[in-house]
């Protein structure tokens, strides 16, 4: 029972695992990033930490995940404490 034709027929697509990899990672450092803002109290790294963690939702393509995530860890590091 191979459905995928049937179910890219209807407009979906199953994610890679490049895609997977990333939007792992990228959650991951975002509850990191997270934790940390909350813990010493800041602002910046608790906001991008939950944009880290909630855009992957938002993004079907790979690049952009990748581009999108180092974008926000760059941020995350020039907004650290």
């Known amino acids: 029972m ?4 049937a179910l890219a027929a209807m ?5 890679t695992p490049a895609y997977l ?3 792992i990672l990228f959650s991951v ?3 990191a990033a997270y934790r940390y803002g909350k813990k010493i109290e800041l602002m910046h790294p608790k906001w991008i930490g ?3 963690m909630l855009f992957p939702y938002a ?3 790979t690049w952009m995940l990748y581009l999108i995530g180092a974008g926000l860890c760059a941020a995350l ?3 650290r404490a």
């Open 11 to 15: 407009g979906f697509t199953i994610p």
């Open 21 to 23: 990899f990333g939007a």
């Open 29 to 31: 450092i975002g509850y």
């Open 2 to 5: 191979n459905n995928a034709p």
């Open 59 to 61: 993004i079907s393509r």
């Open 77 to 79: 590091y020039i907004f």
């Open 50 to 52: 939950v944009a880290l």
